[in-house]
C-alpha cells in the first residue's frame, strides 16, 4: 500500500522556468515532509523540509508547499537549472511512526538548456 | 565532517546465500536507518538503531537483520538471500530527534542470482 505518491514519473522543464514537482499522501497522521534529490550513482540528498504547523517553506530556488486538507504538497524549482537534473523523492512521516519514513517513487525531472 | 558512507558499492551473490553490508554513519549522528530501494521505487523502511538497539522495523522478515556498535557504525545482514532480494540498499544516519533529517550514503547494489 503506496502511502505516498508521485504520479508523474518525470518531467522536463526549460532552463530558466520553474518546476514543479508533486506529492500526494494517503495518511492524515503523517506531520512532517522532506524532498530528496537524487543524482545516478549516489544516495538521496536532503533538499528541504515542511512540518504540518506551516504551508510553506522556503530555501533559496526551492519552496515546498502543503495543503493538509488535499493531502498534497508540491516543490517548486524557480529558476530551474541544468544541474538540477535529477529523481525528486518526497517522504512522509508521522510522530507515531517517529522513526519511519514512506517514500514516494520518483519524479525523473530534466532541465533542458 | 565525514559523510555517511557505505561498504561494498557493488556486490553479487546467489540465491541461499548469506550478506553482510556496512554503514558508517556522520560525523555527529547517533541513529542508522536502513532502507532497501528496489528498480523505479522509492526506498523502504528496513529498520533503525538508536543506541545499539534496533528502533522500529518495517515490513521486512527477520532474515534481515542489523547490528549497531558503540561508534554507530551499522551491519545489515540478510540471510537466505532471494531473489527478490536485488535492490540498492540505502544506510541513513541522522541525529535522534523531532524532525529528523536522514543523510543518505550512496548505497551498495546488491543482485541475487
Known amino acids: 500500500d503506496q502511502q505516498v505518491k508521485q504520479n508523474s514519473p518525470s518531467l522536463s522543464v526549460q532552463e530558466g522556468r520553474i518546476s514543479i514537482l508533486n506529492c500526494d499522501y494517503t495518511?492524515?497522521?503523517?506531520?512532517?515532509f522532506l524532498w530528496y534529490k537524487k543524482y545516478p550513482a549516489e544516495g538521496p540528498t536532503f533538499l528541504i523540509s515542511?512540518?504540518?504547523?506551516?504551508d510553506k517553506n522556503e530555501d533559496g530556488r526551492f519552496t515546498v508547499f502543503l495543503n493538509k486538507s488535499a493531502k498534497h504538497l508540491s516543490l517548486h524549482i524557480v529558476p530551474s537549472q541544468p544541474g538540477d537534473s535529477a529523481v525528486y523523492f518526497c517522504a512522509a512521516s508521522a510522530i507515531i511512526t517517529g522513526n519511519q519514513f514512506y517514500f514516494g517513487t520518483g519524479t525523473s525531472l530534466t532541465v533542458i538548456p | 565532517e565525514t559523510g555517511v558512507t557505505q561498504s561494498p558499492t557493488h556486490l553479487i551473490k546467489t540465491r541461499g546465500q548469506q550478506v553482510t553490508l556496512r554503514c558508517s554513519s556522520q560525523?555527529?549522528?547517533?541513529?542508522v536507518s536502513w532502507y532497501q530501494q528496489a528498480l523505479g521505487q522509492g526506498p523502504q523502511f528496513i529498520f533503525q538503531?538508536?543506541?545499539?538497539?534496533?528502533?522500529g522495523r518495517g515490513n521486512f522478515p527477520p532474515r534481515f537483520s542489523g547490528l549497531q556498535f558503540p561508534n554507530y557504525s551499522s551491519e545489515l545482514n540478510v540471510n537466505a538471500l532471494e531473489l527478490d532480494d536485488s535492490a540498492l540498499y540505502l544506510c541513513a544516519s541522522s541525529v535522534r530527534g523531532v524532525n529528523e533529517k536522514l543523510f543518505f550514503g550512496s548505497g551498495t547494489q546488491l543482485s541475487v542470482l
Open positions: 560525523s555527529g549522528h547517533n541513529t
Open positions: 538503531y538508536y543506541r545499539e538497539e534496533e528502533n
Open positions: 495518511n492524515s497522521m503523517f506531520d512532517y
Open positions: 515542511i512540518s504540518s504547523i506551516k
